[in-house]
């Protein structure tokens, strides 16, 4: 598999900013920032509660800037128990170097997950 790993950003903002939240109704859950391995920690309590919802899941990803395989296979876990509980998962937002770690990870693949288009990269100017 390939690697898509680039350096953290360092700096107090880095540390502070919740990157994965949840919001209630409807529930979405946004990602946000940089998301890898040294992340994960802090974005269990969002995946925690997403586990809990009672609809559907909208899974924004536009501000998510990086990711590595270990936000998709959490991803892959809350939608696998979504779908035993009836609901599924919708990622939306996603930009094309999101879109193309979801496929390479194969999260497209689960059922019960919906992913949308590309979301285009914005034009240089």
Excluded: W, Y
């Excluded at 939240?21 to 269990?44: A, F, H, I, K, Y």
């Amino acid at each position: 598999m390939q690697s898509l790993h680039r350096p953290r950003p360092s700096g107090a903002c880095a540390n502070v900013r919740r990157i994965v939240s949840l919001t209630d109704n409807p529930p979405v859950l946004r990602c946000c920032g940089d998301e890898d391995r040294s992340t994960q920690s802090r974005r269990r309590p969002a995946l925690s509660r997403a586990l809990a919802v009672e609809d559907d899941l909208v899974v924004d990803l536009s501000e998510l800037s990086f990711a590595d395989a270990s936000l998709m296979v959490d991803l892959a876990m809350v939608a696998r128990r979504l779908r035993k509980a009836g609901r599924q998962m919708r990622l939306c937002g996603a930009s094309p170097t999101i879109h193309t770690l979801i496929e390479m990870v194969g999260l497209q693949r689960l059922q019960g997950v919906h992913v949308d288009a590309v979301v285009p990269a914005p034009a240089a100017g």
